[in-house]
């Protein structure tokens, strides 16, 4: 499948099967975090990977929906601001280097067979407490991580690229 392909067919999967994922593709996964881009090449995050069925309890305290807790995996996307790029305005880039980290794991998931979705509706003292993040590590973005039980949405609304684009011409 090309990139453009992969991209049309990612959805946020809202079902997932008790179908284990197999420690490879975890694996890739991971790597193609690893991989991406950051500021000054300074990686500022960190990964948590975590067993649903060790906590259904407290995941549901994290985020209330159920399929949140269906897939075997979850994955959490920490910033990490102190290690960040700083912008000479002050600007900390580490939210933003975490976040391509992110997008970076739920396309190769999704290259790989694996459903993803990208959870931000979280309460972080929750997240915090859950997974005993030290101070300076904030709990950014999570995702469920497994094979999909549902199917993607007939139709998936995007705004026209002319709402999206300011083009500049330097004629």
Not at 104 to 111: C, E, G, N, Q, T
Request: with cysteine; proline share 8%; net charge negative.
């Amino acid at each position: 499948m090309d990139f453009f392909e992969l991209i049309e067919s990612r959805y946020s999967v809202r079902a997932y099967s008790s179908q284990p994922v197999e420690e490879e593709k975890l694996r890739l996964v991971l790597r193609a975090a690893q991989l991406a881009p950051t500021a000054a090449n300074q990686q500022p995050f960190r990964l948590i990977v975590r067993d649903t069925r060790r906590e259904e309890t407290g995941l549901g305290r994290l985020y209330h929906h159920e399929w949140f807790r269906q897939a075997p995996l979850l994955i959490v996307v920490c910033s990490v601001p102190g290690e960040g790029w700083v912008r000479r305005d002050g600007k900390n880039y580490a939210d933003v280097d975490a976040t391509i980290a992110m997008d970076h794991m739920i396309l190769a998931a999704a290259s790989l067979g694996l459903g993803t979705c990208w959870i931000a509706a979280f309460d972080p003292e929750v997240a915090r407490e859950l997974f005993d993040l030290p101070a300076g590590i904030e709990p950014l973005a999570f995702t469920p991580l497994g094979y999909a039980a549902d199917t993607p949405p007939a139709d998936r609304p995007r705004k026209p690229l002319a709402e999206l684009l300011w083009r500049q011409d330097f004629d």
